[in-house]
């Protein structure tokens, strides 16, 4: 019996497929412990690929832990540095709205009480009649009274304490005494003449003064004053 083969046979090249295009479709939880399962749907050049996955077994709980016990904790927890719009912050508009700005004026209108407090007060410039002052007009009645009855030089040297008298012959029982340093013998700076007593003698007015310069004592120093002498 004759056998026939078939070698190298080729046939024509066929049409061009289109590719295709494999989507995922649904992806179910299966139950712990079945198997899982993948379902191509749909024909070329459009399939869909469904998954069943079973769910794992439950693990074990782990060991918990307290905030005391966590390590390494920052000491405190600053807030990060960050900005608010006005609207971010719950009633900010309102509250703001009532406000004045802070650099404003004021009608004296607005301010309650003002007019009928500067309408009590006087002009910073003013002036007084002489009875709007209480007791000037007696002060210038008795100054006008003070009578000068004696002006002039007199002298005197001071003594080993510091003293020193200054008289005048004129006869007349003083009310008052004015005295203005003329000149001294002794120069030295911060000197203090300070009068004691003053008084009508049998011989004229009599004064009883003291040199000192920071307290210590002005020895032999020779003194002019201009006396004024008033009764």
Partial sequence: ????????????????????TLRIGAVVTGETGTPASAVISGTAPDQ????????????????????EEI?????????????????QVTG?????????????SHALSQVNGLDAALAEKAQSI??????????LDAALVALE?????????????????????????????????QTAL????????NQLFRLLVWGQTSTGVTLRLYNTVDGTPVQNNWV????????
């Fill in 48 to 67: 869909t690929l469904s998954l069943t996955l079973p769910r794992g077994e439950k693990g074990e709980t782990g060991a918990g832990q307290k905030w």
């Fill in 126 to 135: 003013h002036s007084h009649e002489t009875s709007q002052v209480a007791g």
């Fill in 92 to 104: 900010l508009d309102a509250a703001l709205t009532g406000k004045a700005p802070a650099v404003h």
């Fill in 182 to 189: 003329k000149s001294q013998s002794n120069e030295t700076k």
């Fill in 224 to 231: 002019e004053f201009y006396l004024t002498v008033g009764a």
């Fill in 1 to 20: 019996m004759q056998k026939e083969f078939l070698v190298n046979i080729k046939g024509d090249k066929g049409d061009k497929g289109d590719a295709n």
């Fill in 145 to 177: 009274s003070r009578q000068k009855v004696w002006g002039g030089l007199v002298g005197g040297q001071s003594d080993t304490q510091g003293l020193f008298t200054v008289s005048h012959s004129l006869k007349v029982t003083p009310k008052w005494v």
């Fill in 71 to 87: 390590e390494n904790l920052p000491a405190t927890f600053p807030p990060l540095t960050h900005t608010h719009t006005v609207a």
